[in-house]
């Protein structure tokens, strides 16, 4: 029994990440320092591992502390670390208070050929240049879409509803916030995955850290080689079987003491209940124990469970392609016409810090936290801006917002590198994309009347407003000092395209600074004009 | 109920604090709008900091206890669109807001709200244009503009083009409305000064630019809540490049400030610093054409104060 500690240790810890990990997710009213977000992400695998190949630098490297941590330890990232497997626990922990009969875990073979497959799928499409699969599988992602895309509206939700309440009576301590309707075709998969890991983990532990993450699959062909391992004391072992029952990797094999450490994630559940000392935690080898595990065939589950997924996820977006956001129409009179020219953008627009289109697509695995911590609501996921492949990894949609200029929130917060850090004085200069004006459209021209709510928004005034016809003025744009930000293309009222909008760069560029004159003063300092 | 409330309380502020408002309609018709028991239908301050202008200007007008009462609620509507340090003057100066503020308290307020339906990222506009501190340390209370929730409908009887509107609650349920705007160029409207500050109490402006702009502004300085005290800040003054400005090189440093109950002669003075002709910024003269105020300066009673 004296395990009891080393369980209680990797249960707190355990939670500390979960913790900080929603936190850091949950934060939309961007309270939480850039400091303490990348700490709390320093050690996901997937994130860092990608920023480390992005960067070569050694501030990233919590990925190879992971390896370390694995080849001394065993898998302790997939139990404490990594906040999906921790969300597992906690449904397996409810599914065992639920069940009128408690759950009992018995010795499984392994699903070899699924498992290592879906990881060579996902090193073979990265070392290939696509991201694809990591974004699909990697379970720190999976667990931000989860956050971002249901549990972030509820609190919202309950932010509002609260904020409502306290309102009415004058206070505003809480205010409000925005929820932004992501499209629900972006739904489908995030929640397909949640149900999926949510019914694994309800009924199996940890089932799908076995047969489907790439990194528990990765992490597992290391640990076979850790130094500290859990091992049977042959001579004390009863087989009993009290420690098969609790093992959530289904990893372990009383009857002929076999612990399989590819899959075991170091949950230390089996130690404290073993009534007879005969397993433990231990560095040197008490005995020999292979790992052995025999070939075995994998009918049991079909390997091409995920394939089977993707197909009904694209045959639901074929469904459901069509169905646009309707628009809503204040009830006053209007007596606009609907603008006539639709808007051709060739690219879509990356965050300031992704540096090239290819750069952002390449890095991101759609983990959404840029789109919590965006707080102008601009980053949305994409749809099909980049691609099926690319659907959820975030765009500039400069429909529900535009790019704060000096805001650089979604630089420090992304974890794999997609976004890289810049410094606020850069971000000011950094050229996303330019401007395109559509005359036929604007207000100015179809109307006859001012309008300028584009030059108005524009911080670095690219787009300037220039006499028309008669007083009017209209606008046109400078292309080298227009940054793409898209606050023009979000205040333009046109409906339903509008008048001016900023089709992205393939690859950023450094737009030119604005130029300084000097003013005329218009007024004598000691008389009034009147 | 809440709306119901509300609707109650704006129609109420029409005759509780719409003395000036009435005479103000009323004297409308001989094309003049005098303060109650003030010579003077408009103060322009000049040479002073923010605070010390408003302390001589609010003095000619007979004080602030003119116009706030004891235990009302005030709310001032500064102008709090962008997302820029006070030495651009893209907002409206925080020491004046300070010293507004702490006015009102001195007179007896309940509360002094303070609210922008802000274009750029509410949170940041509000702590970067230095408000939100400025406000909080005088003892006000920032209030926040951003969801449609806080906007309630009301009709706009003399309207041309904006027959009706969604209003911030607080302009609807405040005893006193005190509107802060500060000069500026602006690429859409020409000058942005108190009737352009308004835009900031509704919530859809898009609308607005969609159906003719100036005739909106105008069309909304007709609606009966309007303000009881206008502010205009010019301490600093952009020039060029509003309403949101590049750099400071846009700036002037003006030190004036124009006090009036009548929102149109307010924007006339203030267009002079550009050297303008108010009848020129479309707005401005349709607004005086719907009998909203006066645009003729030679016809108002002005007060000059050095400093």
Known sequence: MQYTSLKKLRVIISMVFFVLITLVFIDYRNIIPEEFTRGALYLQFIPSLLKFINLLSVSVVGFIVVLVLTFVFGRVYCSSICPLGVFMDVVSFFSRKLKKKKKRFRYKKPHNILRYSLLAITVIFFAAGSIYFILLLDPYSNFGRIITYFVNPVIILVNNGVASILGSFNVYAIFPVEIQSVRFELWIYPLLFLILVTWMSFTDGRLFCNIICPVGTLLGLLSRFSLFKIRFDEENCTSCGLCARVCKSDCLDFKEQIIDYSRCVECFNCLPVCPSDAIKYTYKKTGYHNSGIKKIKTDSLPDDHDKKKRKFLTLLLSVFTGSAIGSIKLDTQEEYKDSTVPEEKEFPVTPPGSLSIRNFTHNCTACGLCVSACPSDVLQPSFKEYGLTGMMQPHMDYHTGYCNFECTRCSEVCPTGAILSVPEDEKTRIQMG??????????VHTEKTDCGACSEHCPTKAVKMIPYEGDLLIPEVTDDICIGCGACEFACPTTPFKAIYVDGHSIHEIAKEPEEEKLEKLVEEDEFPF | ??????????????????????????????????????????VAVKGGNPGQMF??????????????????TVVIKPNIGWDRGPAQAANTNPQLLTRIIEHCLKAGAKEVRVFDHTCDVWTKTYKNSGIEKAVKDAGGKIVPGNTEGYYQKVDIPKGVKLTSAKVHELILESDVFINVPVLKHHSSSRLTISMKNLMGVVWDRRFWHRNDLHQCIADYATYER??????????????????????VSDVVNMKTQILTTDMVAADAAATKFFGSNPADVLYIRKANEMGVGEIDLEKLTIERIMI
Request: hydrophobic share 40%; net charge positive.
């Open chain 2, 1 to 42: 109920m809440k709306r119901r409330e509300f609707v109650k309380k704006s129609v109420g502020a029409g005759f509780v604090t719409g003395t000036a408002l009435a005479f103000g309609s009323i004297n409308n018709l001989f094309g003049k709008v005098p303060l109650p028991d003030s010579p003077a239908d408009l």
């Open chain 2, 226 to 247: 309007k303000p009881d005290l206008n502010i205009v800040d010019a301490y600093n003054v952009m020039m060029r490049n509003g309403p949101q400005g590049v750099s």
């Open chain 1, 434 to 443: 330019i401007a395109k004006f559509v005359k036929e459209n604007c207000i």
């Open chain 2, 55 to 72: 302390d001589r200007g609010i003095e000619v007008l007979g004080g602030i206890e003119k116009f706030v009462k004891p235990n009302q």
